[in-house]
């Protein structure tokens, strides 16, 4: 099939047109995130992955979308006193995009999977002994607290960030498909 000048001059604008939606919201999104203390995207590496998995769900159908929201800077009582880089937020993707799929009893009777990631910079993270130290105390309290951590070193989300973040979906899937079936057996309303 050939196609027309006009056809390919009608996708062009309309592929500049999401691209420009997606370059403006991708912007708000960081600067709304940097806005919020203690919550900001710093790290290039980070904001790298943070827009690769904001493409990722901005270019795919539903059943295609990541099943999770990626939350930066991450702290609650079960990190102590640590941050987490970004966690794999399950209950609030339900919430905001698939609240008739489960019962709130169930979204919040059911634990959801504690997964972080971190991307560690060498600068940042094992320059010194005594941060070598630091992120293995941080590690075993973590883990120790059911936390699951996946990470990525700085170079490979730099070069690749699509890759790392198909390896996480692949390493994820079987405790989120856990937490599903879970989810569909306590309220029998899942779908």
């Given at each position: 099939?050939?196609l027309?000048?006009?056809?390919?001059?009608?996708?062009k604008?309309?592929?500049?047109r999401?691209?420009?939606?997606?370059?403006?919201?991708?912007?708000?999104l960081?600067?709304y995130?940097?806005?919020?203390?203690?919550?900001?995207?710093?790290?290039?590496?980070e904001?790298?992955?943070?827009?690769?998995?904001?493409?990722?769900?901005?270019?795919?159908?539903?059943?295609?979308a990541?099943?999770?929201?990626?939350?930066?800077?991450?702290?609650?009582?079960?990190?102590?006193?640590?941050?987490?880089?970004?966690?794999?937020?399950?209950?609030?993707?339900?919430?905001?995009?698939q609240?008739?799929?489960?019962?709130e009893?169930?979204?919040?009777?059911?634990?959801?999977?504690?997964?972080?990631?971190?991307?560690?910079g060498?600068?940042?993270?094992?320059?010194?002994?005594?941060?070598?130290?630091?992120?293995k105390?941080?590690?075993?309290?973590?883990?120790?607290?059911?936390?699951?951590?996946?990470?990525?070193?700085?170079?490979?989300?730099?070069?690749?960030?699509?890759?790392?973040?198909?390896e996480?979906?692949?390493?994820?899937?079987?405790?989120?498909?856990?937490?599903?079936?879970t989810?569909?057996?306590f309220?029998?309303?899942?779908k």
């Amino acid at each position: 099939m050939e196609l027309t000048d006009r056809v390919k001059e009608f996708i062009k604008e309309k592929g500049d047109r999401v691209a420009t939606e997606f370059m403006a919201g991708m912007l708000e999104l960081l600067e709304y995130y940097n806005e919020q203390k203690g919550r900001e995207i710093i790290s290039p590496v980070e904001q790298l992955f943070y827009i690769e998995w904001s493409h990722r769900n901005f270019m795919a159908h539903e059943r295609d979308a990541l099943n999770f929201i990626l939350t930066p800077q991450f702290q609650d009582k079960s990190t102590g006193k640590y941050k987490i880089d970004f966690r794999l937020d399950f209950v609030g993707y339900l919430i905001n995009y698939q609240c008739d799929r489960f019962s709130e009893d169930a979204m919040f009777s059911i634990p959801e999977p504690l997964i972080g990631i971190e991307i560690d910079g060498h600068i940042w993270h094992e320059k010194t002994k005594e941060q070598v130290q630091y992120h293995k105390e941080r590690e075993r309290f973590l883990v120790s607290r059911g936390w699951t951590i996946y990470r990525f070193t700085g170079s490979e989300v730099y070069n690749d960030p699509a890759k790392c973040l198909n390896e996480l979906q692949e390493k994820t899937a079987p405790l989120v498909s856990d937490w599903w079936r879970t989810l569909r057996k306590f309220d029998g309303k899942g779908k």
